[in-house]
């Protein structure tokens, strides 16, 4: 008798365990996602431009009256800095967003691959990603709150 109260009991606590595990594993998880969240100081975003020194897109979600605007960032082969919105006019019913695939852009609902070299105020319409404009000062980029508030109808 017990011995199967200790049994009962390891298994009992093993299984508590279990549960913590899975639990700290799921909120890491979903504190890990793709975006981080920015906010505006007198209706700019700023972001470093170091952030793009490895070639990768960054995504952010910026918050408009509880609706999150999401975007990327990401640095060109020839050195320019793109931004886009995370969603297009064909594609962002489904809420997919993009993917970077080396030098392009992929969208993850149709499977469309755009150059990063190509993203811009030229590249529109269709599943291209949403230009969203932004200036290059130095180090930094920035983006006005408006424009992001533009695209608020992508999401």
């Given at each position: 008798?017990?011995?199967i ?5 390891g ?13 700290a594993?799921?909120?890491q998880?979903?504190?890990l ?8 100081n ?9 952030k ?104």
């Amino acid at each position: 008798m017990l011995t199967i109260k200790r049994i009962t009991s390891g298994v009992t606590g093993l299984a508590v365990l279990a549960v913590l595990l899975c639990g700290a594993v799921t909120v890491q998880a979903f504190s890990l996602g793709k975006y981080e969240k920015v906010k505006a100081n007198n209706g700019i975003i700023t972001l470093p431009v170091a952030k793009l020194a490895d070639g990768k897109a960054r995504f952010y979600k910026f918050d408009e009256g509880g609706k999150e605007i999401a975007f990327f960032v990401v640095k060109a082969s020839d050195g320019t800095v793109r931004t886009a919105f995370d969603a297009c006019d064909s594609c962002y019913r489904a809420k997919k967003g993009y993917e970077q695939l080396g030098d392009k852009m992929n969208c993850n609902n149709c499977n469309q691959k755009f150059s990063i070299n190509r993203l811009g105020p030229n590249a529109s319409g269709g599943c291209n990603p949403g230009y969203l404009p932004h200036q290059q000062n130095g180090g930094s980029i920035t983006i006005k709150a408006s424009d992001l508030k533009g695209g608020a109808g992508y999401f």
